[in-house]
């Protein structure tokens, strides 16, 4: 089967899928570490720098004296017309033993980048041991069956090159940039990483106790522990709400045959899509993945067996860290996954919230409260479901207060109409950057690969644009009704719990879990260790209000006026 098209637009900006951030060339972090956390502290530092940018052009213009007058008298450029993009054409093809290939043509650089993507991650773990796919794709390029670790890192230095690995949910991947001499040479390498791995008992016990050792640090990480709790309670015991990496008990009971039965299993022709972005023609790039895994025979996949997430459901679980000076705060709830039809719609919708462009969270907490360097919420589409989550940190003394605003924001989107320049905005940031992110071959490459892995309509293919703009306020409204539920939202909130548990009562929040940061365990029903206690368990009657504004509040979906 082949599928040629010449110079696309790739329809997504999927910012919050998984394998948008996981597809680029960078091994994916062994801490486990969400990419929210990342994301955030960007933004402080980019708050930062635009301080002292403004204080600099205060500065100067006090300097410039009677001289500047109402300096800036000029109104800024208008934005340029929209133009035009053309991308270098791309070929898919399915190998008889089910491969899929995709060629991206580019001969700016001498190079060649090749991506192999399977279609299993953590979601294909075996029960009990949590981290069998982040450990064997941590594995995959420390020595094969014909090559140690050592010698892999020579031949790629050797020939001017670069090999990752990693994985995630719903995938994993081998990443391999060579210069156009080496092509071969390169995916002879890759083929031998995918396909042949030793899993050799020294190297799996090494990885085993890096692992671990990070875990354990993870442990007192706030920010950490706020992010894969709130996925904890989002999807219960789904795949998607354990620990990716694993935990230090899961990764203690991981064995060799474990990992080989992992691979076994999900590291066949049909299961993977290999793309081949460069300084190569279509023929040649075809040639040589029929030459290096043209040979591989198909294999029966095992249908998915999971457990469905719970529905959303209202709950607060505080875990309690005494020697923290600021509260880390989660809140969200389940969502849809990325093949959704409103996918689009939804989020643009969250982007109001929190995200690039409007952003309603940043300029409630920090631009007119100052109780956070900044707040944002975004969308986490995923292949069999998805969540949306907002965050930010505070200081202790106004978590309270932060939660409060955060939930009102939440349905305050429900339940009004956004205004056009909000969704306007949204739309400009999402259409506007969208030609960045396809710059150069790999990142049409990535576009095209989100394309294939999340099944999406190929006629969608050159529209993405015209359909960020088609969206209207109407579409907001409606998924905002049916996608965002105040009244059952997840929160998790991470800091000194005996400091703000009364603010929380003061705010209209009565119901939440207090679970000391040393008891938490999330492989546990209860959330706890086992063995310990329930002294530290607090529950403080009925959930409360969830508030919409000054006025009023909300009580299973439903406005009431607040009581004076």
């Given at each position: 089967m082949t599928t040629q098209v010449s110079a696309p637009f790739i329809p997504t900006s999927d910012r919050g899928t998984e394998a948008q951030r996981i597809?680029?060339?960078?091994?994916?972090?062994?801490?486990?570490?969400?990419?929210?956390?990342?994301?955030?502290?960007?933004?402080?530092?980019?708050?930062?720098?635009?301080?002292?940018?403004?204080?600099?052009?205060?500065?100067?213009?006090?300097?410039?004296?009677?001289?500047?007058?109402?300096w800036p008298s000029e109104r800024p450029p208008r934005p340029l017309a929209a133009r035009d993009v053309k991308f270098p054409p791309y070929e898919v093809r399915t190998l008889a033993n089910g491969l899929q290939v995709i060629t991206v043509l580019h001969y700016e650089q001498p190079a060649v980048t090749m991506r192999m993507?399977?279609?299993?991650?953590?979601?294909?773990?075996?029960?009990?041991?949590?981290?069998?796919?982040?450990?064997?794709?941590?594995?995959?390029?420390?020595?094969?069956?014909?090559?140690?670790?050592?010698?892999?890192?020579?031949?790629?230095?050797?020939?001017?090159?670069?090999?990752?690995?990693?994985?995630?949910?719903?995938?994993?991947?081998?990443?391999?940039?060579?210069?156009?001499?080496?092509?071969?040479?390169?995916?002879?390498?890759?083929?031998?990483?995918?396909?042949?791995?030793?899993?050799?008992?020294?190297?799996?016990?090494?990885?085993?106790?890096?692992?671990?050792?990070?875990?354990?640090?993870?442990?007192?990480?706030?920010?950490?522990?706020?992010?894969?709790?709130?996925?904890?309670?989002?999807?219960?015991?789904?795949?998607?709400?354990?620990?990716?990496?694993?935990?230090?008990?899961?990764?203690?009971?991981?064995?060799?045959?474990?990992?080989?039965?992992?691979?076994?299993?999900?590291?066949?022709?049909?299961?993977?899509?290999?793309?081949?972005?460069?300084?190569v023609t279509s023929e040649e790039a075809f040639a040589a993945a029929q030459r290096v895994f043209g040979g591989w025979p198909r294999a029966e996949i095992e249908p998915l067996k999971t457990v469905d997430p719970p529905p959303p459901t209202r709950r607060i679980v505080i875990v309690d860290k005494p020697d923290a000076v600021q509260t880390e705060i989660r809140v969200g709830q389940l969502a849809i996954p990325r093949k959704h039809p409103d996918y689009l719609a939804f989020d643009l919708a969250v982007k109001i919230l929190g995200g690039e462009g409007a952003n309603r969270l940043h300029r409630v907490l920090r631009s007119e409260r100052g109780l956070t360097y900044g707040a944002a919420a975004d969308t986490e589409a995923r292949k069999q479901a998805g969540h949306f989550v907002a965050e930010t940190d505070t200081r202790t003394e106004t978590t309270g207060e932060a939660l409060r605003l955060m939930v009102d924001e939440f349905a305050r989107l429900q339940h009004e109409r956004v205004f056009e320049r909000e969704l306007s905005d949204a739309q400009a940031y999402l259409a506007g950057s969208f030609p960045l992110t396809i710059e150069t071959p790999n990142e049409i490459a990535t576009q095209i690969l989100n394309v294939v892995f999340y099944e999406l309509p190929v006629e969608e293919i050159g529209t993405f644009r015209e359909r960020v703009q088609q969206v209207t306020p109407d579409d907001i409204q409606r998924v905002a009704r049916q996608y965002i539920r105040p009244a059952h939202l997840s929160i998790v909130l991470v800091g000194n719990a005996s400091a703000f548990v009364p603010q929380l009562r003061r705010v209209g929040f009565s119901e939440f879990d207090v679970i000391p940061i040393e008891e938490l365990d999330l492989m546990s029903a209860t959330l706890r260790r086992e063995g310990r206690r329930g002294a530290a368990f607090e529950s403080f009657g009925p959930f409360g209000s969830l508030g919409i504004d000054s006025q009023h509040f909300i009580v299973d979906e439903k406005l009431f006026p607040r009581p004076r």
């Open positions: 597809f680029g060339f960078l091994r994916v972090s062994m801490s486990g570490t969400p990419p929210r956390r990342r994301a955030r502290r960007g933004s402080r530092s980019a708050w930062l720098v635009g301080a002292f940018w403004a204080v600099g052009l205060v500065l100067c213009a006090s300097g410039a004296g009677a001289q500047t007058g109402n993507l399977v279609r299993a991650g953590s979601v294909q773990d075996l029960p009990g041991k949590a981290g069998v796919a982040n450990l064997a794709a941590a594995l995959l390029d420390q020595g094969t069956t014909t090559k140690s670790a050592q010698q892999i890192a020579d031949q790629i230095d050797f020939i001017g090159g670069a090999l990752g690995t990693g994985s995630g949910s719903d995938l994993s991947f081998v990443n391999a940039v060579v210069m156009k001499d080496s092509f071969d040479v390169g995916m002879d390498l890759l083929a031998d990483v995918v396909g042949n791995p030793a899993f050799a008992a020294d190297e799996i016990e090494r990885q085993k106790q890096q692992a671990i050792s990070t875990r354990q640090v993870n442990r007192g990480d706030p920010d950490y522990v706020a992010s894969v709790l709130f996925d904890r309670l989002v999807y219960g015991f789904h795949p998607y709400g354990l620990p990716n990496s694993g935990t230090p008990e899961t990764l203690a009971a991981i064995t060799r045959a474990d990992l080989q039965a992992y691979h076994r299993r999900n590291f066949v022709p049909n299961n993977m899509i290999l793309a081949i972005v460069g300084d």
